[in-house]
């Protein structure tokens, strides 16, 4: 049995950009044999907070939110899912902003959810 390929980005926050720093708090998966295009946050408040005691803690929950919800939009036929491929892009173009995307990576998948959820718990969730 083959599997899928997918590209993936692990997103971060960066409290304060002028200094670079920031906590892994999700990851944005897309696989377009699957048409799938997901997003899934894990916001650890006190790691962020160790960076930036002051972090807008809200702003970082915002744009997070933003995120999945562009990547949960409707999508029907296979020409508007073109559009995934598309607003992947957009969503892993790098930035100067409080959630910025890492590099793109890819794999192969045979059960995009479960891969999504695999890579949010090894990149994103708290060791221990």
Do not use: W
Request: charged share 20%.
């Amino acid at each position: 049995m083959t599997g899928s390929p997918f590209q993936y980005a692990v997103l971060r926050a960066v409290p304060r950009v002028d200094r670079g720093e920031f906590v892994n708090i999700g990851v944005i998966m897309y696989c377009q044999q699957a048409e799938f295009l997901r997003a899934q946050m894990i916001i650890d408040d006190a790691r962020l907070r160790g960076l930036d005691p002051e972090v807008d803690l809200e702003a970082v929950r915002t744009a997070a939110q933003a995120i999945v919800a562009v990547c949960e939009e409707a999508s029907g036929n296979a020409r508007e899912n073109d559009g995934l491929a598309v607003r992947f892009g957009m969503l892993t173009a790098p930035r100067s902003t409080v959630v910025q995307p890492s590099p793109i990576h890819a794999g192969v998948t045979q059960n995009p959810e479960r891969t999504l959820a695999d890579l949010l718990s090894k990149l994103v969730a708290p060791a221990g």
